[in-house]
């Protein structure tokens, strides 16, 4: 177990408010990923990183931002949030180098509510 | 990002065996195929992984086309703990972007 945790785990905000979620793992790992999942569907990639201060955009990165300045936090922001942000986030970590070996851990997820 | 088709559901019943498909015409020589579950109100979990022979682990098997050009991922006896949604990505050596489709429901009927 990688020991991934996420922050905070549920939260409400308001539309238009700054909303930032952690992810934080012990193990050391190199890549780190963002994950949005609603209702009835898959995971969509949000941002991922390969390194500190390395990310990249994923399949829906639009009105998201993230940040790793440390190897064991990951960061996810949402600058303004809007209703159509309500989902559930999941972060997930991965061991480097980047083996098609290597397997990915998952935390918990966040559930965000946009009203 | 080679891409993987499944079907969006299956139903089985309890202590019967389940094999759930997944094709990936697309996969090159270096990628992996991953399973992983997501049983309900939780995050993913990794389930079993290969390359090119048939896989055994203590949750599933995994049997790999001759041309892996498709997998399935076989529960020997579902139990209702089974029940869940079952993603198959392919990750390859080279980049670390990781994508999931909309994976296949999997219903256990006791």
């Known amino acids: 177990d990688a020991g991934i945790t996420q922050s905070p785990r549920h939260k409400v905000t308001e539309t238009g408010t700054p909303v930032t979620l952690r992810c934080h793992q012990t193990?050391?790992?190199?890549?780190m990923y963002w994950y949005r999942q609603d209702p009835g569907h898959g995971l969509r990639l949000i941002h991922y990183?390969?390194?500190?201060?390395?990310?990249d955009k994923g399949e829906v990165s639009d009105g998201y931002s993230v940040s790793r300045s440390k190897t064991e936090d990951f960061l996810l922001t949402l600058e303004s949030a809007t209703s159509s942000q309500t989902s559930v986030y999941f972060c997930?970590?991965?061991?480097?180098?980047?083996?098609?070996?290597?397997?990915?851990?998952f935390g918990a997820g966040s559930r965000l509510t946009v009203l | 990002d080679a891409k993987t088709t499944q079907p969006n559901s299956m139903e089985s019943n309890e202590e019967e065996p389940v094999h759930l498909p997944c094709n990936h015409s697309?996969?090159?020589?270096?990628?992996?195929i991953h399973w992983y579950r997501q049983l309900p109100s939780q995050g993913p979990e990794y389930v079993i992984h290969g390359l090119t022979s048939n896989v055994n682990n203590r949750m599933a098997s995994l049997a790999i086309a001759e041309d892996r050009k498709s997998s399935t991922l076989i529960l020997h006896r579902a139990t209702l703990r089974d029940a869940a949604v079952y993603y198959c990505?392919?990750?390859?050596?080279?980049?670390?972007?990781?994508?999931f489709g909309e994976g296949t429901q999997l219903t256990v009927n006791p």
């Open positions: 193990e050391n790992h190199r890549y």
């Open positions: 990183s390969y390194g500190v201060k390395d990310t």
């Open positions: 990505i392919l990750k390859g050596s080279s980049g670390s972007r990781l994508t």
């Open positions: 997930a970590s991965l061991w480097g180098p980047s083996s098609g070996a290597n397997v990915l851990t």
């Open positions: 697309t996969i090159s020589g270096t990628d992996y």
